[in-house]
């Protein structure tokens, strides 16, 4: 047990001690005024540099991976079409399929699908 120790604690100070020396001979430099613009040209912006973010594309983004992620829970039990009883296997496909349904359509209900321009 005390060698796990003793050589848990020698990788922890050498890990340290090569952070801190790539840190003190790195030669960059977090607080350079110019780097911080955003425009290396040396000109100050006249407007935001930033472009509002989209609330809709994000709602399809995260609509489209709760979705993707479900599909992938629906390919291991066509894989195993064989291996389950005829009545269990369709009556757990049908309730997740149901599930997948009643999220789809509380989605389009609360107009989370609908893209306004």
Not at 19 to 34: C, G, H, V
């Amino acid at each position: 047990m005390m060698i796990i120790t003793y050589t848990s604690i020698i990788i922890f100070i050498i890990s340290f001690t090569l952070m801190m020396i790539s840190f003190t001979i790195s030669k960059k430099s977090f607080m350079d005024r110019e780097k911080a613009s955003p425009f290396e040209c040396g000109f100050d912006p006249k407007s935001s540099s930033r472009m509002p973010f989209s609330l809709q594309f994000f709602l399809i983004a995260v609509i489209f991976l709760i979705f993707d992620v479900e599909i992938t829970l629906l390919i291991p039990l066509i894989l195993t079409i064989k291996l389950c009883n005829f009545i269990s296997y369709y009556t757990i496909l049908i309730v997740f399929i149901t599930i997948l349904l009643i999220g789809l359509y509380h989605e389009w209900n609360q107009g989370a699908l609908d893209w306004a321009i």
